[in-house]
């Protein structure tokens, strides 16, 4: 499966932004994607994935009640709403998809063999 993420963009502190991934090559319904984050200089965090199979989501929780997401199945595209921005949320952000991930080790990167090319968000005070 191949991922397009784009959405990106500078906002300032407290704005919304969403974020797409779309994906082409395989069977939508079978992959969980999830939402990473890397800032400069700092590793690859986990933000949100949504496992099709029983439509479960997860958030985590440093950006819990901020971020949520949700998926469009006609479009094979899953969003990443972003709202009240802070400055430390600046970061490439990147989707990602699994047809084997499991709830317990849905938030490790190392879980996903698919990547999209990442999209740039950027934060000011």
């Known amino acids: 499966v191949q991922l397009q993420a784009s959405g990106g963009g500078l906002v300032q502190a407290g704005d919304s932004l969403r974020l797409s991934c779309v994906a082409s090559?395989?069977?939508?319904?079978?992959?969980?994607v999830a939402w990473f984050r890397q800032a400069p200089g700092k590793e690859r965090d986990y933000v949100a994935s949504?496992?099709?199979?029983?439509?479960?989501?997860d958030i985590a929780a440093s950006v819990k009640g901020r971020f949520t997401i949700s998926r469009d199945d006609a479009k094979k595209t899953v969003f990443l709403q972003m709202s009240s921005l802070r400055p430390e949320d600046t970061a490439v952000y990147h989707c990602?998809?699994?047809?084997?991930?499991?709830?317990?080790?849905?938030?490790?990167?190392?879980?996903?063999?698919?990547w999209g090319q990442g999209t740039l968000v950027t934060v000011s005070s």
């Open positions: 090559g395989g069977t939508f319904s079978r992959y969980t």
């Open positions: 949504f496992k099709f199979s029983g439509s479960y989501t």
């Open positions: 990602a998809a699994s047809s084997s991930v499991i709830r317990s080790n849905i938030a490790s990167h190392n879980a996903y063999a698919y």
